[in-house]
């Protein structure tokens, strides 16, 4: 089955460090949504993306976040500087395959945790 | 998209089929059910979606009522590998974003 690769799956780093954390979609799909989870608030929409467009971010920290996609392969969440309350699990997910649904394949996750 | 209401955990007997009820008393008529499944650590899992009538895949079965203010998930066999927390969205399709509530946290025992 085809997959959508995030990396790295476990990032330690100390508060006020720039943290990158990269997925590569399933080849073909054009939409990509990032998730943030924790255990306080659940699954958090942070941004999304289509045809490497951003749609929505809306429920990203503007300040210190940013996701980008520099091309149809590779879609990057960059936190900068970091604090502890970033600490979470950040998913990625990508669809698009099939018109008119919202079937997506999410990604395995990048445990990130900010000390 | 419409808010979903479903029970905060439930408990289901290996072999037996489990039943995940959800509400859905707002849903518009474009908008469809979908449900997903996360097991513990991993990302979460595509498992069914309709709009009104029943559908039914390999993973699930997915019953809307007649008014389409709810519908129930059913895993006709559930396994331990079953043990997960599942969610329920109304989502308008068309690849439209996914807003995730708390789910049902199923446990699945010997």
């Known amino acids: 089955d085809a997959r959508v690769t995030q990396t790295p799956r476990h990032k330690v780093t100390e508060m006020g460090q720039e943290v990158t954390m990269r997925c590569q979609p399933i080849?073909?799909?054009?939409?990509v949504f990032w998730y943030r989870q924790t255990m306080m608030q659940g699954l958090e929409l942070l941004a999304y993306?289509?045809?490497?467009?951003?749609?929505?971010d809306s429920g990203m920290p503007k300040d210190r976040f940013s996701a980008e996609m520099p091309d149809a392969t590779l879609a990057t969440l960059k936190i900068q500087p970091s604090e502890p309350r970033d600490s979470a699990v950040y998913f990625c997910?990508?669809?698009?395959?099939?018109?008119?649904?919202?079937?997506?394949?999410f990604g395995s996750g990048t445990r990130l945790t900010v000390v | 998209d419409a808010k979903t209401t479903q029970p905060t955990s439930m408990d289901c007997a290996e072999g037996r089929a489990a039943n995940l009820p959800c509400n859905h008393s707002t849903i518009s008529g474009n908008e469809y059910v979908y449900w997903y499944r996360q097991i513990h650590s991993q990302g979460p899992q595509y498992i069914i979606h309709g709009l009104k009538n029943n559908e039914t895949n390999e993973m699930a079965s997915l019953i809307i009522t007649e008014d389409r203010k709810s519908s129930t998930l059913i895993l006709p066999h559930a396994t331990l590998r079953d043990t997960a927390v599942y969610y329920c969205i109304a989502c308008s399709g068309g690849y439209n974003k996914l807003i995730f509530g708390a789910g049902t946290r199923l446990a699945v025992h010997p």
């Open positions: 080849l073909g799909h054009n939409t």
């Open positions: 993306f289509r045809n490497r467009a951003p749609l929505d």
């Open positions: 997910a990508s669809g698009g395959q099939l018109r008119d649904e919202s079937r997506y394949t």
